[in-house]
């Protein structure tokens, strides 16, 4: 696996972005959490659309207009060695609201289809968890669909600890804690 890097969205990276998108529209038509981590990239019509959402969901204030429930960060991971977008993760500051503090969590995130398999989503997570850990958050719930064995491989593999299955509309979703201290 290539080094990867996370950053917040911004124009140089338009094009990707609405390639990125693309991608998972054609390959991942029947997967509902297809867009996971990239709140509203699917509804909007363009890439620079959704950079001024992402803009706006970082601030307390501005979040709700961008229909978020609570304000966070969302960061593109960018292969360093072709600058190529490989996938999205979000960061919400706090889950101190009803869905995300029984499913919904700290973080979801989408690698790109072409770009699965490799390791990249693990890498992805741990450099969230380290941007958790700037934020003050201590630690993190990530959530993932019971039938959902890469992510939740990919979860443990970053140090996440089971507490529970829940049900949610039908659906067993599986809970865990990631330390962001270690």
Same mark, same amino acid.
């Given at each position: 696996? !290539?080094? =990867?890097?996370?950053?917040?969205?911004?124009?140089?990276?338009?094009?990707?972005?609405?390639?990125? $998108?693309?991608? =998972?529209? !054609?390959?991942?038509? !029947?997967?509902?959490?297809?867009?996971?981590?990239?709140?509203?990239?699917? #509804? &909007?019509?363009?890439?620079?659309?959704?950079?001024?959402?992402?803009?706006? $969901?970082?601030?307390?204030?501005?979040?709700?207009?961008?229909?978020?429930?609570? +304000?966070? @960060?969302?960061?593109?991971? %960018?292969?360093? *060695?072709?600058?190529?977008?490989?996938?999205? %993760?979000?960061?919400?500051?706090?889950?101190? @609201? +009803?869905?995300?503090? #029984?499913?919904?969590?700290?973080?979801?995130?989408?690698? $790109? +289809?072409?770009? $699965?398999?490799?390791?990249?989503?693990?890498?992805?997570?741990?450099?969230?968890?380290?941007?958790?850990?700037?934020?003050? %958050? @201590?630690?993190?719930?990530? #959530?993932?669909?019971?039938?959902?064995?890469? &992510?939740?491989?990919? =979860?443990?593999?970053?140090?996440?600890?089971?507490?529970?299955?829940?049900?949610? !509309?039908?659906? *067993?979703?599986?809970?865990?804690? %990631?330390? #962001?201290?270690?």
């Amino acid at each position: 696996m !290539d080094e =990867i890097i996370l950053i917040e969205p911004n124009q140089e990276y338009a094009e990707d972005l609405w390639a990125f $998108r693309q991608e =998972i529209i !054609d390959k991942d038509n !029947d997967n509902e959490d297809r867009f996971a981590g990239c709140m509203s990239l699917d #509804t &909007s019509n363009s890439a620079e659309e959704w950079i001024r959402i992402c803009s706006l $969901r970082k601030d307390e204030k501005n979040c709700k207009e961008a229909g978020a429930a609570v +304000p966070s @960060h969302t960061y593109l991971a %960018i292969r360093k *060695n072709d600058n190529r977008i490989i996938g999205v %993760i979000d960061l919400r500051h706090h889950i101190d @609201h +009803p869905i995300l503090g #029984t499913w919904g969590g700290h973080c979801g995130y989408s690698v $790109r +289809p072409s770009e $699965r398999r490799q390791g990249y989503a693990k890498e992805m997570l741990h450099l969230d968890k380290l941007k958790a850990k700037e934020l003050g %958050i @201590h630690k993190m719930l990530v #959530t993932c669909s019971e039938g959902n064995a890469a &992510s939740e491989k990919t =979860i443990i593999a970053n140090g996440g600890v089971y507490e529970k299955t829940i049900e949610v !509309d039908g659906e *067993n979703m599986k809970r865990f804690w %990631i330390n #962001t201290e270690y």
